[in-house]
């Protein structure tokens, strides 16, 4: 049996599987303190005998194995969970291989082995929500390096009708900054979801992700780049996404066709705990 | 025996080796048109017998082989080069295998196989002069997805001193149009190495050079970042880099310490020469 946790922001998703990643169970844990929402986990876990468990969490975390923070969170602006020992506390519970990577990684790893990106070698998978976080498969590979993606916080350049300062912690006026849940929110004291289908603020939200996605293609260079999160519920957001993706790009590179090119997770809500359960079995 | 071409903007070097990559000989041939430059590069090759034939080309290029223009130059800013179909030319003068990747590409590997990333599974290149290009490896691997990295051409946000309006054909202010060297020529009127050292325009290069290298960071993770091309002969650039690098970013990821992680090329002017023959092994 395989475990899986995708550890976001603002709940866990923990669930079960066989090893032919057939579900057994599945719950939603609101993330509030680690000792609070680790306690509801094991309540879970607790019921079944995992042979291993994949982990797919915000981060930034450790993922270099020398280190000696190996497994930890390590400076997120959630403070409760700054320096929070995230493998430490699971094989403390339970001694089983432990498969750890971001979220978004493992949302990425998900889609290409099972959803969006099923054809390609590469993708990127970007999810625009409380957060902006992104992971990537080169490859086959889950892309990691000295350490793992944050494309979330890249610059970007300010739109000229905003004036929001922005909220990252760490940077201000970032992607993450200006462009995540919050900062919607912030800029109209108004929760995104509430804000009407034709406000400025989708112009400006696809001006910022459009921007972004024109610097990952740059870098990347993948062959699908899917996006997800709680923002891209606005259906009107993709198409005007693409739109101004293509007059930045300005046709300096050939992309796939941007339908095919950006598009929508195909595992919805699964992505993640897909890539975990996925990560879990590469550790049997 | 073994041919190079590292095709850059301002001259094309070709190179004779061993299969062991011990130099036979080595030109240079200043980038004009097709017709006149590739005469020159057969006049040089003409007297040699080579097994295979690597080319690091300035691009875009066409990398897919599926596509009816693979090995062509596609959409570059010289005109004169657009639509050049490269390994057409070199196959019908001589019918041997030829290794194709972009010319920074090929320094990237030239790097990480024998210069400053030797001990790294991936990094990244950048090169500052006519234009600015990278390429990249990962796990070992010249970084390709649907097509090549042109990280040249991302947007920053201007320096607040800096009125000129960019240089590039496509995007007018992305990175290269704003920092390659002919964009210090124009905002100043005077060549980028007749300027002083103590010039505000190294404050405005390190700038957006500094900007750039956080967004690969977020974006690639790369072990190392290896900074060459004619601009960077300014010594007073790398420190500078990698200080505004370390305000930019602000700790949101740990870096490996920035003198060992943004670094020059090992192998000055041929990282890219050594790149192609490394290219050209493989065809073997
Ligand atoms: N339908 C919607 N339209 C726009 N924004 C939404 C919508 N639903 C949720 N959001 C926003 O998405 C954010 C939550 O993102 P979500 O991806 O659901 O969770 P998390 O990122 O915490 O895992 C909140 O800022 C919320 O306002
Ligand atoms: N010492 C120097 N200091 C600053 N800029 C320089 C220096 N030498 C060359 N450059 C600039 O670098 C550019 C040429 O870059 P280079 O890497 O030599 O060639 P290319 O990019 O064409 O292959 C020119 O714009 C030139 O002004
Ligand atoms: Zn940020
Ligand atoms: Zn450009």
């Not at 009708?161 to 201000?172: A, L, N, Q, R, V």
């Not at 900054?177 to 509430?194: H, M, V």
């Amino acid at each position: 049996m395989l475990g899986a946790i995708e550890a976001g922001g603002t709940k866990f998703v923990c669930a079960v599987s066989d090893n032919d990643l057939n579900n057994i169970n599945k719950i939603s844990i609101p993330t509030t303190t680690p000792e609070e929402t680790f306690s509801k986990v094991f309540d879970f876990f607790d019921e079944y005998t995992l042979d291993a468990i994949g982990i797919g969490s915000f981060g930034p975390i450790d993922i270099n194995p020398e280190s000696d923070t190996y497994g930890y969170i390590t400076s997120t602006p959630k403070t409760a969970w700054k320096h929070t020992d995230f493998i430490g506390a699971i094989k403390e519970r339970y001694s089983i291989p432990v498969g750890w990577t971001t979220d978004v990684n493992a949302a990425a790893l998900g889609e290409l082995t099972k959803g969006a990106a099923l054809e390609n070698d590469s993708c990127l998978y970007l999810t625009v929500g409380t957060g902006i976080g992104g992971g990537a498969v080169v490859n086959g590979k889950v892309l990691e390096g000295f350490g793992h993606p944050e494309v979330g916080h890249i610059l970007v350049r300010r739109h000229e009708k905003d004036t929001f300062e922005g909220f990252c912690p760490y940077h201000k006026d970032c992607l993450e900054g200006l462009a995540a849940g919050p900062a919607i929110e912030q800029r109209y004291n108004k929760k995104a979801q509430d804000l009407p289908e034709d406000s400025e603020a989708w112009d400006i939200e696809a001006y910022y992700l459009a921007q972004a996605l024109v610097s990952y293609t740059l870098t990347l260079s993948p062959e699908k780049i899917i996006l997800g999160g709680g923002v891209m519920k606005q259906k009107q957001l993709l198409p005007m996404i693409r739109e101004k993706f293509a007059a930045l790009l300005n046709d300096y590179v050939s992309t796939p066709d941007l339908e095919e090119y950006i598009v929508s997770p195909e595992l919805g809500d699964d992505a993640g705990v897909t890539g975990c359960l996925l990560l879990a079995l590469e550790e049997l």
